[in-house]
């Protein structure tokens, strides 16, 4: 059986990003807009899809989108927080304010 890779898509209208595998709802990141950041507040994966590196696909697809639109994160969520902490490269996205919380 081969797995397709995960699809990452901002669903704005319910203000998170979903990850999806075969079709199926993995995971979601919930955000909330403010200005020219993006408060990302909880992320959640499936207990079916968890161990397969789920929570960091939507982690790094979430935060490639933030980039690509120029904004910055507040990440709020303890697993995109923590997930910055081992992806230093991403840390020059987070909000000025809490950015030396994540740099080296």
């Known amino acids: 059986m081969t797995t397709a890779e ?3 898509v901002d669903v704005p209208e319910s203000t998170r990003f979903e990850i999806h595998v075969d ?3 993995a995971g979601f990141s919930e955000y909330v807009m403010a200005g020219r950041r993006i408060v990302i507040s909880h992320t959640e994966v499936d207990e079916a899809f968890e161990g397969r590196g789920i929570g960091g ?3 790094r697809a979430t935060l490639d989108a933030v980039r ?5 994160v507040v990440p709020v969520c ?3 927080a923590g997930w910055i902490h081992k992806h230093p490269e991403y840390a020059a996205l987070v909000t000025p304010a809490l950015r030396p919380q994540f740099e080296g």
Not at 68 to 72: I, K, P, Y
Request: a neutral charge.
């Open 57 to 59: 696909a939507l982690a």
């Open 68 to 72: 690509e639109r120029g904004l910055e």
């Open 23 to 25: 079709g199926r709802l």
């Open 6 to 8: 995960p699809t990452v």
């Open 78 to 80: 303890p697993f995109v």
